[in-house]
T-cell receptor, first 114, second 115 residues
Framework: DAGVTQSPTHLIKTRGQHVTLRCSPI?????VSWYQQVLGQGPQFIFQ???????GRGNFPDRFSARQFPNYSSELNVNALLLGDSALYLC?????????????FGEGSWLTVV | GQQLNQSPQSMFIQEGEDVSMNCTSS?????WLWYKQDPGEGPVLLIA?????ELTSNGRLTAQFGTTRKDSFLNISASIPSDVGIYFC???????????????FGQGTILTVHP
């Protein structure tokens, strides 16, 4: 069975541009969360979506947005990119919205902003 | 907000040695999770702990949920080169309440194992 899949795996963007990152959860999982991991730090929670609704939001500016589709896949959008947005963006899925023990992470999308 | 502090920040050990690392929190947690992250990959869950005092093993790994519910410990016995990586502790975002899928992570412990 496929795990959490993310695309693209690597990308380079210029300051001010927009980026869309995509995530497909494990089959049957209804909850998708997004995390930002800056080099040398632990992942930081950005969003959680469950049944296509936003259920949690971390301390990130409004330039960050996300959505979940009927098939439970998700997109993370970041507008007006800054150099500090360079990071590994991780997607995680779980069966339900409060399943701390069954959160599975994808391999991430490496974003470099130049 | 909630913070998790891990120590040590990094460890350099010889193959075969045992390893201990810990994680402390400013808030009480109902669940403690330990993840390992290899270079270029996402975190992988190693052990989950659900009640104070719980001691759980996964092969050579053993983790404990501290009795104060504000700390947790991870031990690795007889380390091998493939144990190299970054180890993170994590807990649900709303300690004592519904987690809504948010995890708070520590800063990580970088483990290097010399053959």
């Amino acid at each position: 069975d496929a795990g959490v899949t993310q695309s693209p795996t690597h990308l380079i963007k210029t300051r001010g541009q927009h980026v869309t990152l995509r995530c497909s959860p494990i089959s049957g999982h209804k909850s998708v969360s997004w995390y930002q991991q800056v080099l040398g730090q632990g992942p930081q929670f950005i969003f959680q979506y469950y049944e296509k609704e936003e259920r949690g939001r971390g301390n990130f500016p409004d330039r960050f947005s996300a959505r979940q589709f009927p098939n439970y896949s998700s997109e993370l959008n970041v507008n007006a990119l800054l150099l500090g947005d360079s990071a590994l963006y991780l997607c995680a899925s779980s069966l339900e919205q409060s399943s701390g023990n069954t959160i599975y992470f994808g391999e991430g999308s490496w974003l470099t902003v130049v | 907000g909630q913070q998790l502090n891990q120590s040590p920040q990094s460890m350099f050990i010889q193959e075969g040695e045992d390893v201990s690392m810990n994680c402390t929190s400013s808030s009480i947690f109902n669940t403690w999770l330990w993840y390992k992250q290899d270079p270029g990959e996402g975190p992988v869950l190693l052990i989950a702990l659900y009640k104070a005092g719980e001691l759980t093993s996964n092969g050579r790994l053993t983790a404990q949920f501290g009795t104060t519910r504000k700390d947790s410990f991870l031990n690795i016995s007889a380390s091998i080169p493939s144990d190299v990586g970054i180890y993170f502790c994590a807990g649900p975002g709303n300690a004592g309440g519904t987690s809504y899928g948010k995890l708070t992570f520590g800063q990580g412990t970088i483990l290097t194992v010399h053959p």
